[in-house]
């Protein structure tokens, strides 16, 4: 693993290029997720910075300050990644003026070793992302098992609603083929009657074995 420059090193390369275009406006700073503050050179970089912030906050957990820190070390070397990225790109550092690009290109690469380093450290690196994307053949036999018996559970409570749902409708539609108008009425078995049961009771009944099942299952569904 390459040597990890300290958060004393870290602030002084990003600060002494700051310095450099403060001018009149004074410096423009960031802070990290520990309340660490950072001085960058251009909006752009204030921008870069706080998006990248905010995506490593809202799909990683970080326990601890110290895993805080270390994310703010993170974030401050891949800032001076993209600068020196930007300034190859450009053929020129912000202000125009020509840089040392084989120095620059050797810093970049030192950078980038130490931030694979700092995500291995972190568990956010690509390999960490795979391994825990990973499912091995006996955990995919056995989730695909519990899969097979919630779905079986729930179809063997489709089916248990269904026959009571029939039963009942066909006890309405027999009471109907029995009775005259005035005992229809009376019994609430009308055709108007037996279609808003259906609308009112018998498909949200059987609706709610659905719902129930999405919110309640494990396997079957991913979560959205």
Do not use: C
Not at 42 to 51: A, G, L, Q
Not at 89 to 104: A, M, V
Not at 115 to 138: F, P
């Amino acid at each position: 693993m390459p040597k990890q420059p300290s958060d004393e090193e870290i602030l002084q390369m990003l600060e002494a290029a700051a310095d450099e275009t403060e001018g009149d406006l004074g410096p423009i700073v960031v802070t990290g997720s520990s309340t660490t503050e950072f001085h960058v050179m251009t909006e752009e970089e204030k921008r870069w910075f706080e998006v990248s912030l905010e995506k490593y906050l809202e799909e990683y957990e970080f326990g601890n300050i110290a895993d805080l820190q270390d994310l703010d070390r993170l974030l401050a070397l891949e800032l001076l990644s993209y600068r020196y990225a930007s300034w190859l790109i450009r053929d020129t550092d912000y202000d125009g003026s020509s840089f040392d690009e084989k120095n620059t290109r050797d810093a970049k690469d030192k950078l980038d070793k130490n931030i694979l380093a700092i995500k291995a450290h972190l568990g956010i690196g690509r390999k960490n992302r795979i391994e825990s994307e990973s499912e091995s053949v006996g955990d995919y036999l056995s989730n695909l098992l519990q899969r097979g018996k919630e779905m079986g559970v729930h179809r063997d409570n489709q089916n248990a609603k269904i026959m009571s749902l029939f039963m009942e409708l066909k006890t309405q539609v027999g009471l109907w083929q029995r009775s005259d108008e005035e005992e229809r009425n009376h019994n609430k078995v009308n055709m108007s009657d037996i279609f808003e049961w259906i609308i009112d009771v018998a498909i949200p009944e059987f609706e709610q074995l659905d719902t129930h099942f999405r919110e309640n299952q494990k396997y079957w569904i991913k979560e959205m």
